[in-house]
């Protein structure tokens, strides 16, 4: 049952959304615990490390809720505007500022009958908290400009990647909020701390961001993902397995196709080049191979700058869409190509034709 919701989770995200799997122990007590929680109206505060998929937990409980067929409307709340915050959040009516043509309603009257989520919730200025907790109280939205108030239907999920409690003994947030917000308190681990997880998410975003046939994983990939941190949680991952995707050779991702953060994949590609510009003589081992410069070639052209641009096209199928997935124009992908052909690699002419 767990792996069927997990799947439809995953197939229903939009291709911007972040994916979120449940195989690891502590991943699927979260799930069930989730479920079970989604079907009161108790408000839910969710905890954990930024980039973790807090805010598909909360879609979790959205979907999971008698509310699944009604709006989730989520609200960064660190990127609200101080002087919009009023404005977004409850609305405004015909002529209540400059600019103001017609009404407007705000989140709450979005989300009504439904889920609001309100992520970063410990972001919040002070003063619109204060706003916020009348709101929860009263159930009813004032929109700016407006005199009569509109009672709202809402389920509310706040989540935030810090202490919220030492925030209300730091005077940051409001006391009476945070108890308002955190009827249940759910919480997120970090990817590293459940690596059953990081196998599972990292299939799930090799078919987001490729074409079949999928490439598959290494054990040496895998056993490289299980050893790695991940401070950036699962955004980080996404980040590492599209970058993987273009170094691969489109059937298998290897160790040498994984790139972290801190690599600098420029730096061993002038390492190779440097080692092929001076290449040892070449010689015959004991087991009939060739070493030296015959080898070194063959290497570079299944590594880096070959692999990442070969694996563009291939992806692409489009000379201007592979330079751009690259982050490149179009004249540098045709420099790189001429460069890559003067050193003896094969480049379809096609590809050369940019």
């Known amino acids: 049952m767990i792996q069927l919701e997990r799947d439809r989770i995953s197939d229903s995200q939009h291709a911007d959304e972040q994916p979120f799997v449940f195989v690891d122990d502590s991943s699927v007590a979260l799930f069930e615990l989730a479920c079970r929680v989604a079907k009161t109206d108790v408000p839910v505060l969710i905890s954990g490390p930024t980039g973790a998929g807090k805010e598909i937990i909360a879609k979790v409980i959205h979907e999971a809720s008698l509310k699944e067929a009604m709006p989730f409307v989520a609200i960064n709340c660190a990127a609200i505007p101080a002087s919009l915050a009023e404005d977004m959040l409850f609305g405004h009516e015909k002529g209540a500022f400059t600019g103001a043509l017609k009404e407007k309603k705000g989140y709450f009257e979005q989300a009504h009958g439904g889920t609001l989520f309100l992520d970063e919730i410990g972001e919040m200025p002070l003063e619109l908290q204060s706003k916020l907790l009348r709101v929860l109280q009263e159930k009813k939205i004032t929109r700016v400009g407006g005199t009569t108030q509109k009672r709202v239907d809402v389920r509310i999920v706040a989540a935030s990647n810090i202490n919220l409690k030492q925030a209300v003994t730091e005077k940051k947030f409001r006391e009476d909020l945070y108890y308002r917000l955190s009827g249940f308190k759910l919480s997120l681990l970090p990817l590293f701390q459940r690596k059953r997880d990081i196998e599972a998410l990292s299939y799930v975003l090799i078919q987001k961001h490729s074409c079949k046939p999928f490439p598959q994983l290494k054990e040496c990939a895998k056993a490289a993902l299980l050893d790695y941190q991940w401070p950036g949680n699962v955004r980080e991952l996404e980040n590492l397995i599209q970058r993987a995707l273009i170094m691969c050779d489109g059937k298998e991702i290897r160790q040498e196709d994984i790139?972290?953060?801190?690599?600098?994949?420029?730096?061993?590609?002038?390492?190779?080049?440097?080692?092929?510009?001076?290449?040892?003589?070449?010689?015959?081992?004991?087991?009939?191979?060739?070493?030296?410069?015959?080898?070194?070639?063959?290497?570079?052209?299944?590594?880096?700058?070959?692999?990442?641009?070969?694996?563009?096209?291939?992806?692409?199928?489009?000379?201007?869409?592979?330079?751009?997935?690259?982050?490149?124009?179009?004249?540098?992908?045709?420099?790189?190509?001429?460069?890559?052909?003067?050193?003896?690699?094969?480049?379809?002419?096609?590809?050369?034709?940019?």
Do not use: C, W
């Not at 070194?296 to 992806?315: C, F, V």
């Open 259 to 354: 790139i972290f953060d801190d690599d600098d994949p420029i730096h061993d590609f002038m390492n190779l080049q440097e080692k092929l510009t001076n290449p040892p003589e070449t010689q015959i081992s004991g087991s009939g191979f060739l070493e030296g410069k015959d080898l070194l070639i063959k290497s570079l052209r299944n590594e880096l700058e070959h692999k990442n641009i070969m694996a563009a096209m291939e992806l692409t199928g489009n000379r201007s869409d592979a330079a751009e997935r690259l982050g490149i124009s179009t004249r540098t992908l045709r420099n790189k190509i001429t460069k890559l052909r003067a050193l003896g690699m094969e480049v379809p002419s096609a590809y050369a034709r940019v």
